[in-house]
């Protein structure tokens, strides 16, 4: 859903300035582009609406999204149906709604705890506005809340760190993203990269592994390298990607995975309304890119799954690669498989290309 208020000087993901008429005209398109899949004999027990800000759309496209899913694919009774949404004053209207649809997962852009720090990338809310929406998002029945957590954003110290780590506290959520703040080329902050008051990489590693040792002592599993939840609220959805599942897209610049094919719309949102189909991305799901989305786990790369999914081993020279001594600090390697330590997840990027070059 490609739709914001303003451009955060960070983000390079695709978005349009959000009105009446745009909003309508998306609802219109995607709503008949997912009714071309009913044929199709489809079904799905995860649905994500992310974005952009899909919580501009407001409550009644939402549901007339979520009912045409439900008229084109048989989505279980106990899928997970995640929105996210951008903390704010008028969300109570739009989680009334999405909860009577049948969202019952709830993603908030919380990103920091404190106001300078909001400020400083472009968020309109304050704290407040992210403990009112996650009341609204209870009282409606939607219990599984999931923050964003931004690290390395400009003047975060690991003080500051640990004050929004006692509000995610305070606020007891199922789940917690914890991701580092990455210079996109072209953005307003590629350009102030010089100016910008924030961690070198020594201190960026210093406030990911204080935000997840903080996490662990709340209750919090790590189960992929920048998620992680309470016991059993692992997010399904997300799970697809990491463990090479197939999943339907929709709207500009969104990417998908289906019949063995990857593919992705066009940075457009006048491309996607004018009806123009998505790019073919070619074949999806090779060995190379499961091994390197299972990596990302904490479970790491498991013999019984390779062996599922190939019907084949951990290549020798992967396991004696992540079994040698300059690999140790890095990998775990054992009978079951291959795995990131903490320290290796840190640097997960150099090692996962070191092992899959073996294949």
Not at 242 to 248: F, H
């Amino acid at each position: 859903m490609p739709f914001c208020r303003s451009k955060c000087p960070y983000c390079d993901f695709y978005s349009v300035e959000a009105t009446e008429q745009l909003m309508d005209l998306y609802t219109d398109e995607t709503t008949r582009r997912i009714r071309a899949l009913a044929p199709k004999n489809l079904r799905s027990d995860t649905v994500y609406f992310g974005g952009g800000t899909p919580s501009l759309l407001g409550g009644r496209r939402m549901a007339r999204i979520m009912d045409e899913l439900r008229a084109s694919v048989a989505i279980s009774e106990s899928a997970e149906i995640t929105a996210e949404a951008n903390p704010s004053s008028d969300l109570e209207e739009f989680l009334r709604v999405c909860a009577a649809s049948g969202v019952n997962r709830l993603s908030l852009g919380m990103q920091s705890a404190v106001q300078r720090e909001l400020a400083a990338i472009g968020r309109r809310h304050s704290p407040d506005d992210v403990k009112r929406a996650i009341e609204n998002a209870r009282q409606y029945g939607i219990d599984n809340i999931s923050l964003d957590l931004m690290l390395g954003i400009p003047f975060q110290t690991t003080d500051s760190l640990e004050e929004t780590l006692r509000f995610i506290s305070e606020c007891d959520p199922a789940h917690v993203s914890a991701y580092m703040l990455k210079i996109e080329e072209g953005t307003p902050f590629s350009r102030m990269k010089n100016t910008l008051a924030i961690a070198d990489d020594d201190g960026l590693a210093d406030l990911y592994e204080l935000a997840f040792s903080r996490l662990h002592e709340m209750g919090f599993v790590r189960y992929e390298i920048s998620n992680a939840c309470k016991p059993g609220f692992e997010s399904r959805h997300n799970l697809k990607y990491w463990n090479c599942e197939e999943y339907i897209s929709f709207g500009p610049s969104a990417h998908g995975f289906f019949d063995g094919r990857r593919y992705y719309f066009d940075r457009s949102l006048a491309s996607y309304l004018a009806g123009t189909s998505p790019h073919d991305d070619g074949e999806g799901g090779g060995m190379e890119e499961y091994v390197m989305l299972r990596l990302r786990l904490a479970q790491g790369l498991t013999e019984e799954g390779l062996n599922r999914r190939f019907g084949v081993t951990i290549p020798p020279a992967i396991r004696k690669r992540a079994a040698s001594p300059l690999m140790k600090p890095y990998c775990v390697c054992g009978d079951e498989g291959i795995s990131l330590t903490g320290k290796g997840m840190l640097v997960s990027n150099a090692i996962i290309c070191d092992l899959i070059e073996l294949l």
